[in-house]
């Protein structure tokens, strides 16, 4: 009964939910993979250092939508948790925003599987200082708190 419980919170908590957080930064190949993908994808609006579409990235265009924010250090995508993240990367969007909110962010779950999406923001992650990926960390751990 207890292994039952075990895996049921497991399932629901991490396994069965596809945005729990699959990044590992440590596995060469699977940055290696992301760094194709971004390149090949995200690079024509994010550039191609992840400095963003333009340094104004903040400012809203004329249809209310934002700019391609930057991925690197001084962009806003570590304030974000990875299930965050991964479900606008999915979606587009975060599936709880209003359908009416003015987003340029195509969805790629269609195009990408939700490990090449998880192999994408490991690649972004891999690419920021220390200091910035520690700050990170803390973002998820208050995120599954919050849970």
């Not at 945005?19 to 994808?41: M, P, S």
């Not at 209310?64 to 690197?72: E, K, R």
């Not at 910035?132 to 919050?146: D, L, P, S, Y």
Request: proline letters at 5%; charged letters at 20%.
């Amino acid at each position: 009964m207890v292994l039952l419980t075990g895996a049921g919170l497991w399932w629901f908590g991490f396994g069965g939910n596809t945005t729990h957080g699959g990044t590992d930064i440590d596995n060469a190949a699977f940055v290696e993979r992301g760094k194709t993908l971004y390149a090949q994808e995200c690079a024509a609006c994010h550039g191609k250092n992840r400095e963003g579409q333009t340094p104004a990235w903040r400012r809203p265009l004329a249809n209310g939508s934002f700019p391609a924010p930057p991925h690197d250090a001084t962009g806003h995508t570590w304030h974000h948790a990875d299930s965050l993240l991964f479900e606008i990367t999915k979606y587009g969007r975060l599936q709880a925003s209003p359908k009416r909110s003015q987003s340029n962010m195509p969805a790629f779950g269609e195009k990408f599987s939700d490990e090449d999406i998880w192999a994408v923001l490991t690649y972004i992650k891999s690419q920021w200082p220390a200091t910035i990926r520690e700050r990170h960390k803390a973002v998820n751990r208050q995120h599954r708190g919050a849970r």
